[in-house]
Nanobody, 124 residues
Framework: QVRLVESGGGLVQAGDSQRLSCAAS????????MAWFRQAPGKEREFVAV????????RYLDSVKGRFTISRDNAKNTMYLQVNNLKPEDTAVYYC?????????????????WGQGTQVTVSS
């Protein structure tokens, strides 16, 4: 059983940057494809970014390309999401997820483990 814990959220101003972290325990981190999803108020949870097992391949939601960067440190069992130039529409609860499938899937069904989420609120 893999346990995921997100951190790094908070209240920021538009244009600010943040780094979200996802710490994993209870499994072999390097065996999992890792992803970030987010859920804004009143909306369904959506894919944000995904990174493969060894960290050399990524995929992003179009609206965050060039602003968000996903990365991982397998030695530290941690995944990151660097978010730059934040916009009010980025306000959401951000979730990390781990999947055993070795592919850059953007749909939630492929992910087996989920964190509790961290709130990011961007004021204008």
């Amino acid at each position: 059983q893999v346990r995921l814990v997100e951190s790094g959220g908070g209240l920021v101003q538009a244009g600010d940057s943040q780094r979200l972290s996802c710490a994993a325990s209870g499994g072999t981190f390097s065996r999992y494809t890792m992803a970030w999803f987010r859920q804004a108020p009143g909306k369904e949870r959506e894919f944000v970014a995904v990174i493969n097992r060894n960290g050399d391949s990524t995929r992003y939601l179009d609206s965050v390309k060039g602003r968000f960067t996903i990365s991982r440190d397998n030695a530290k069992n941690t995944m990151y999401l660097q978010v730059n130039n934040l916009k009010p529409e980025d306000t959401a609860v951000y979730y990390c997820a781990a999947g055993q499938a070795n592919a850059l899937y953007s749909t939630q069904v492929w992910y087996d483990y989920w964190g509790q989420g961290t709130q990011v609120t961007v004021s204008s």
